[in-house]
């Protein structure tokens, strides 16, 4: 009913620059907060950057200054714009959204998406 899709993930050298989106589509009522999080080889899932609907964001300590969050609610679409990447950014970033589906208007349902390499290298 609902899928979450992420792109833009690739190589990039330390100090470089990339962007991400997640793109949501199905059988959307509305789409509430949306979440970045990252999960580096043997380390545990983390939340990157949140936003709202109503265009609020927060931050982990370790991007803040770096990356931006931001979302475009027309297109159901949340983009994560991270500069001066790090060695330490590298890790499959991953799309997390509060949904509500017109098939369960009473409810809202958190929906991940499939994940996006991000390889921070020389």
């Known amino acids: 009913q609902v899928q979450l899709v992420e792109s833009g993930g690739g190589l990039v050298q330390p100090g470089g620059s990339l962007r991400l989106s997640c793109a949501a589509s199905?059988?959307?009522?509305?789409?509430?907060?949306m979440a970045w999080h990252r999960q580096a080889p043997g380390k545990q899932r983390e939340l990157v950057a949140a936003?709202?609907?109503?265009?609020?964001?927060n931050y982990a300590d370790s991007v803040k200054g770096r990356f931006t969050v931001s979302r475009d609610n027309a297109k159901n679409t949340m983009y994560l714009q991270m500069n001066s990447l790090k060695p330490e950014d590298t890790a499959v970033y991953y799309c997390?959204?509060?949904?509500?589906?017109?098939?369960?208007?009473?409810?809202?349902?958190?929906?991940w998406g499939q994940g996006t390499q991000v390889t921070v290298s020389s």
């Open positions: 997390l959204a509060g949904i509500t589906t017109h098939q369960a208007m009473w409810t809202t349902q958190n929906y």
């Open positions: 936003i709202t609907s109503g265009g609020s964001t």
């Open positions: 199905g059988s959307i009522f509305s789409i509430n907060s």
